[in-house]
């Protein structure tokens, strides 16, 4: 009788221990869906596409549409994650209207398993992300920001989370941009940043101790930082891009230009792949990743698609711009021409989502109509300094604009590593008139989808940017738009001298003291530009080289007609009013013809 119970006993926990390997270490397959980087652009907006000589617009994007194609994908998905990489806010009359608030409630319509912050999450500082997390239902980890014992953000997130799936534990570490949050945003000092790989390895380690095999870092650092993250560390088996913007899948049918594959694998330090996925921005793309593990936790393979987004209604636009409504025949040609790693998927909203933000976008309807403050003085505009410019004579603007320049300080303000700021003339569309300033005026004023960008020029960069401008309109007839106003930085100009050596005495005010001192022509500066200009056009070539040579400039995506309007507010707030620029601040010294 002993003898039965006792080989009983042996044939029971063998089959328990082969029960508990199956659970435990048996191939394990999940689908994550994600995006990254929608700061605040819950509406569609327009989008060109390219194919077979034809040009097509779709409205791309919108939450309610990715909302809607994220329940589809996961009603079909084996094991599915819904992620979202960081960079909520900031970039829309939704997020300077409502703060986070309308991204926030709808994003819980969407429920998301984990959301990292992006350093856009700290550009109105502590208080208006507290309330952002309070109101989420989802949630949020970051491994390498950390915020002191008493601060309201205190406890407010995670380094990571477990999560039980399928019998499988998965681990979901969070991290986010360390040196570009502290210096380009405006997180308290009760806000610590720490070591982008450091950290993740720390923490790669920790889940690993407690038997965590599957190991997803959800990354707001950036395509080309998370490659060589992934190169550095070991343990993570997938990568959840966000902070770059990345485009990620062949959609070179269509006109777009991509970075890499959709999904990008990188071998890690100890040799296992390491499956890297990124889905662009303002929700324009859904990111489906399939990611198979072996028995021993390590990735075995990794594909998916990158859906871009589209409502019903796409056009064929002819020479002329002129729009009319596709045929299937064309629709079906131009899904068509997108296959393998990437899609175009015509999605109808999401009701209930749609049905949420008709209320915010009612609202600001009502709100652009709303004062943000004064203007004390009429603010006039031309292009080029002593030129006659819609009704306002030049000979009255000996320097040309007075709004320019303050457009330009605002971009300076909102920059905070800015050095100086370069704005062409037609960015700005007209004066501003004494007397109140809505939200809508100022889209008005600055209507274009610009952001600022930050590009690192040396002296005699910034000279030759300010040079390329002068060109682009007096010698290559382009647009006088190009001509260059500028704050922090102020000139001479004289464009009876050769090409190339028309701005001279250029002066330079230092960000700290405030004093100016000469353009030091061997010292790099940070200048900032709007997105517009900072590709080369309206002639700013330099801008263009410089970065092709040097890399990209920081893309801030600071909204640029929210920047002013942001410091419009601010001067309101101290009981001021909005003025022209002293002379001395104004960065033409003389223009001579």
């Not at 596409?49 to 990715?66: D, F, H, P």
């Not at 994908?73 to 009359?93: E, F």
């Not at 990568?239 to 990008?264: C, E, N, Q, R, W």
């Not at 002593?386 to 320019?404: F, V």
Request: charged share 25%.
């Amino acid at each position: 009788m002993k003898r039965f119970r006792f080989v009983l006993l042996v044939l029971l926990t063998a089959l328990f221990g082969i029960q508990y390997l199956d659970a435990s270490q048996k191939p394990f397959e999940l689908t994550i869906l994600h995006i990254n980087d929608h700061h605040s652009h819950l509406d569609p907006e327009p989008l060109e596409l390219s194919s077979n000589g034809k040009t097509y617009e779709i409205e791309a994007g919108g939450i309610a549409r990715v909302a809607s194609l994220i329940k589809t994908l996961k009603s079909r998905s084996k094991n599915p994650l819904v992620l979202h990489a960081g960079d909520a806010m900031s970039g829309t009359l939704y997020f300077t209207l409502f703060k986070g608030q309308a991204d926030v409630e709808l994003m819980n319509e969407i429920g998301f398993d984990a959301f990292t912050l992006g350093n856009h999450e700290f550009d109105e500082g502590d208080e208006v992300l507290v309330r952002f997390i309070d109101k989420a239902k989802f949630p949020i980890i970051t491994a390498n920001v950390e915020a002191l014992k008493g601060s309201t953000l205190y406890d407010k997130w995670k380094p990571y989370i477990i999560k039980e799936i399928d019998g499988q534990k998965v681990g979901i570490i969070g991290l986010g941009t360390a040196q570009k949050t502290s210096a380009s945003s405006r997180p308290s000092s009760a806000v610590s940043f720490y070591d982008e790989i450091f950290r993740a390895q720390r923490y790669a380690d920790e889940l690993r101790s407690k038997g965590v095999e599957r190991i997803i870092l959800l990354s707001h650092f950036g395509y080309e930082n998370d490659q060589r993250l992934a190169q550095k560390v070991k343990g993570i088996d997938v990568i959840i891009d966000g902070d770059s913007h990345t485009l990620l899948g062949d959609f070179s049918t269509v006109g777009l230009a991509s970075v890499g594959k959709y999904p990008t694998i990188i071998h890690s330090k100890n040799g296992n792949k390491v499956c890297i996925a990124q889905a662009w921005e303002y929700f324009k793309v859904l990111g489906e990743l399939h990611v198979i593990f072996d028995d021993k936790g390590d990735v075995a393979s990794c594909s998916g698609k990158a859906h871009l987004i589209s409502g019903e209604n796409i056009y064929l636009k002819d020479i002329g711009g002129h729009k009319k409504q596709i045929d299937k025949k064309n629709l079906y040609a131009l899904q068509g021409a997108l296959k393998n790693n990437a899609s175009l998927d015509i999605v109808k909203d999401d009701e209930k989502v749609a049905k949420k933000l008709a209320v915010y976008r009612d609202q600001i309807k009502s709100k652009s109509a709303e004062v943000i403050g004064m203007i004390g003085e009429d603010l006039r505009h031309i292009r080029v300094p002593g030129k006659t410019y819609e009704g306002i004579a030049g000979k009255d603007l000996p320097l040309g604009s007075e709004l320019a320049p303050i457009i330009a300080a605002s971009f300076y303000q909102a920059s905070l590593r800015a050095d100086a700021c370069i704005q062409n003339a037609g960015g700005v569309r007209s004066g501003l008139h004494a007397g109140e300033i809505t939200i809508g005026g100022v889209y008005g004023l600055l209507p274009f989808s610009n952001t600022l960008v930050e590009v690192d020029l040396t002296g005699v960069e910034v000279k030759q940017t300010l040079e390329d401008a002068l060109i682009n309109f007096y010698d290559n007839y382009g647009s006088d738009g190009s001509f260059p106003y500028a704050y922090a930085l102020r000139y001479d100009i004289d464009m009876s001298r050769p090409k190339n050596d028309r701005v001279y005495n250029i002066e330079i005010k230092d960000r700290r003291s405030g004093k100016w001192m000469p353009l030091d022509m061997s010292k790099r500066y940070v200048i900032v530009v709007n997105s517009y200009i900072s590709e080369g056009r309206d002639g700013y070539t330099t801008l263009q080289e410089v970065q092709q040579q040097r890399g990209k400039g920081v893309d801030t995506y600071l909204d640029y007609a929210m920047s002013f309007a942001k410091y419009v507010q601010d001067i309101n707030k101290q009981g001021k009013k909005v003025m022209r620029l002293h002379k001395e601040e104004h960065c033409i010294k003389s223009y001579k013809m």
